[in-house]
């Protein structure tokens, strides 16, 4: 048992080691969760790299929206719920809830 773990384990180095070294020609798919926590985004300003998606996760108990007008909107997060954006460009996304406009929060892109 003992032996198959440690087979296991080397495998995984070898594994990790192939894909550190693809470079830039491949590009691993990267996700981070901004939580709704009852009137506010937390983390208030996270920053991904380009190409991220950030789920915005509602761990409250109302609905919320995640909107830059003209960028992204999730529409509405129903309690429970979550939505995705995918940042393709880089730049500071400043974004609110419209249901609730003094909740704000930032996503950096780099």
């Known amino acids: 048992m003992a ?8 495998a995984l180095i070898g594994l990790r080691g192939e894909i550190a070294s693809a470079g830039e020609t ?8 901004v939580g709704v ?8 300003t996270m920053t991904v790299g380009k190409g991220s998606t950030v789920v915005f996760a509602n761990k409250s108990n109302i609905a919320h929206t995640a909107t830059r007008g003209g960028s992204f909107d999730t529409g509405l997060i129903k309690p ?5 954006v995918r940042f393709k460009q880089k ?16 996503i950096v892109v780099d």
């Open 3 to 10: 032996l198959a773990v440690l087979a296991f384990g080397l």
């Open 37 to 44: 926590v009852s009137f506010a985004f937390k983390p208030a």
């Open 26 to 33: 491949a590009q691993a798919s990267r996700s981070a969760t």
């Open 80 to 84: 429970g719920k979550s939505a995705s």
């Open 91 to 106: 730049g500071t996304f400043a974004y609110h809830c419209t249901i609730h406009p003094f909740m704000k929060g930032k």
